[in-house]
């Protein structure tokens, strides 16, 4: 079974500074893909960044970067530049089905609070 | 315009009442599922589909149904709406076309009240 920690239930940061959100994954699949996600306080979900498990560099989206080490089954994001609209819930994601990916299973989530 | 677009965004109801969320993309995208968030829980597949004749059950499917009407629309139904499944609901979609990535696009979804 896929599992997806996320061990901070809320980060703090001061704008313009960068923050890194943690999140470990368990499977037993070789072919994985991990995605993060972000949900202001207006409730959509907003896709920010993939990363596949096969994936020789670490994914890069404007100041969203996914630091993936794959022995430590970890996928932390790292927002650079912190802005007072990345205020939000964060939420790491990973699918896994044996080849068919499809089937997202996610943590519980970070809360980040960007301070003026 | 959304290219993912759920209806109703808000609804209050009482328990026992039949309930339809309904869900529509522009995306072209072929897989379709639903989702559920509660607080501290993240978020929970309910049903999902692979094309119009393709519907699963997801890991938490008891209590609902759905339909695929067309490649761009799929439906959650509540037969019988109760006060847990209180919640908001989401709909997303993905292209298995996309080259293996299969990332899901959420609509804009549903906070459903059940007294």
Redesign the interface.
Same mark, same amino acid.
């Given at each position: 079974a896929q599992k997806i920690t996320q061990t901070q239930p809320g980060m703090f940061v001061q704008e313009k500074e960068a923050v890194t959100l943690d999140c470990t994954y368990d499977t037993s699949d070789p072919s994985y893909g991990l995605f993060w996600y972000k949900q202001p306080s207006s409730g959509e979900m907003i896709f920010l960044i993939y990363q596949g498990s096969y994936d020789q560099q670490n994914a890069t989206e404007g100041r969203y970067s996914l630091n993936f080490q794959k022995a430590r089954k970890s996928a932390n994001l790292v927002i650079s530049a912190s802005q007072l609209g990345d205020s939000a819930m964060y939420f790491c994601a990973m699918s896994s089905s044996g080849g068919s990916n499809y089937k997202l299973t996610f943590g519980k989530g970070t809360l980040l609070t960007v301070n003026p | 315009d959304a290219d993912v677009t759920q209806t109703p965004r808000n609804r209050i109801t009482k328990t026992g009442k039949r309930i339809m969320l309904e869900c529509s993309q522009t995306k072209g995208h072929d897989?379709m599922?639903w989702y559920r968030q509660d607080p501290?829980?993240?978020?929970?597949?309910i049903y999902?589909s692979?094309d119009v004749k393709d519907i699963n059950k997801?890991e938490i499917s008891d209590g609902y149904s759905v339909s695929r009407q067309a490649q761009a629309k799929f439906s959650l139904s509540l037969e019988s709406a109760i006060p847990n499944q209180t919640a908001?609901y989401?709909c997303?979609t $993905?292209d $298995?076309s996309s080259g293996?990535?299969?990332?899901?696009?959420?609509?804009?979804?549903t906070?459903l009240t059940v007294l």
């Open positions: - | 897989r599922y501290g829980l993240g978020l929970r597949l999902y692979f997801g908001l989401f997303a $993905s $298995s293996g990535t299969d990332t899901q696009y959420f609509g804009p979804g906070r």
